[in-house]
């Protein structure tokens, strides 16, 4: 993982309840309530929920104290190279990539443009965020529940695969994973929770309503709200 900025994995039903705690976590890592925000809908195109889910987060991120926060419209692989959006992001201190469907959005992301200007943005200390899908395709493996099979993802977070929804049903995709997946560490994330890498130590720290588990080599472990732990460690 590239060592210079900060990365925020949520686990869904991210708009709302605790999940200010996070938010704001990585608002102040930003640079503050005037750092520029970018919210990609990218992964909600599919289902033409796009510009709901995109208004969606910019009002929460308004609600937050937040002053510049622009939804971007990254629709689709074409978009992901438009000149204007490749420029929004490098300029962007928080760049959040909302739910939908993990297989698209990253279809959209690889080896564009878009996603480089987001690791240059990331190697210069901004947060990358990911809700939900966001948070999947984030990571070396995501599980495309569509498609029903494991996927090669940005890898932003090599050796990890996050199960969203943990303490809905993200949890029932666990048993299948570690058979899969067996030298990945699998990190079940519940609703309205978040953990944020802040590149102190290694250390990750989960914040709001629940907690991380963590599935790995055979063991199971529970991290919970306000704990710091390391993945490496299991």
């Known amino acids: 993982m590239v060592d210079n900025g900060y990365l925020l994995l949520e686990g869904g039903a991210e708009f709302g309840g605790q999940m200010a ?20 809908p990218t992964a909600a195109a599919p289902d033409h929920n796009d510009q709901r889910a995109g208004q969606n987060g910019l009002r929460w991120f ?25 420029q929004a992001l490098r300029r962007s201190r928080l760049i959040y990539l909302l739910g939908g469907f993990p297989g698209y959005l990253y279809q959209s992301l690889a080896g564009s ?49 996050v199960l969203p929804h943990h303490n809905t049903f993200g949890k029932r995709w666990a048993e299948k994973l570690v058979v899969l997946l067996p030298q990945d560490i699998l990190i079940g994330i519940d609703e309205q929770t978040g953990l944020i890498h802040d590149g102190k130590d290694g250390l990750w720290k989960v914040y709001g309503k629940g907690g991380v588990t963590l599935y790995h080599q055979g063991a199971q472990r529970f991290i919970q709200p306000g704990a710091a732990f390391s993945v490496n460690d299991g």
């Open 21 to 40: 705690e996070p938010d704001l976590w990585a608002i102040e890592l930003a640079g503050g309530f005037d750092a520029p925000i970018s919210i990609l």
């Open 62 to 86: 308004n609600q937050l104290g937040a002053r510049q926060v622009a939804v971007l419209p990254l629709v689709d692989r074409v978009s992901a190279d438009s000149p204007e959006i490749v």
């Open 113 to 161: 443009q878009s996603w480089q200007a987001m690791l240059s943005a990331y190697r210069t200390g901004a947060v990358i965020a990911g809700s939900s899908a966001g948070a999947m395709a984030l990571c070396q493996h995501f599980y495309d529940p569509h498609a029903g099979q494991v996927m090669a993802g940005l890898n932003l977070l090599p050796g990890a695969c």
